[in-house]
């Protein structure tokens, strides 16, 4: 593969939090070109939830790819912040998921996990809603 490097933008949202979720998900190559996207519907659940599935979804598209480096762009502050270890997953459901994105990231050399806002997210935010759409 040639894109060892990917940029990967990932949003999760619920409808009435907890309900209707879906995760969505743009894989990029180091010059922005999108390589993958990721739009599903992933049953009831909370927009957290939502948000670590996504990253989970996008993890395992990159594994598939062949890539190598990871850096990922969130508009969940909550998330980056605890996928960085500057605040302790306390959620008990939140915490397998942590798990499942730590183990899965030791296959990679390397993943970063950055905050955006909202407003930079479009794509992936789309790409999530358009999930939580069909799955009405």
């Known amino acids: 593969m040639k894109n060892k490097k990917l940029i990967i933008y990932t949003d999760g949202g619920a409808r009435n939090n907890p309900g209707p979720a879906g995760i969505g998900a743009v894989l990029m190559s180091e010059d ?8 599903e519907y992933i ?5 957290n939830q939502a948000e670590y599935r996504a990253v989970i979804a996008a993890i ?3 594994k598939e790819l062949g890539a190598e480096e990871l ?3 969130l508009d969940s502050e909550l998330v980056v912040k605890q996928l ?5 997953v306390k959620d008990k ?5 942590f ?5 899965i990231s030791l296959s990679f050399k ?11 997210n479009e794509e992936a935010d789309r790409l999530a809603n358009e999930a939580m759409d069909r799955g009405f």
Do not use: C
């Open 32 to 39: 922005e070109k999108a390589i993958a996207r990721i739009s």
């Open 43 to 47: 049953g009831n659940t909370t927009n």
């Open 60 to 62: 395992k598209k990159a």
């Open 71 to 73: 850096n990922f762009y």
């Open 84 to 88: 960085n270890r500057e605040y302790k």
């Open 93 to 97: 459901d939140l915490a397998l998921l």
């Open 99 to 103: 798990v499942q994105i730590y183990n």
């Open 110 to 120: 390397k993943i970063t996990f950055n905050y955006i806002p909202r407003e930079m």
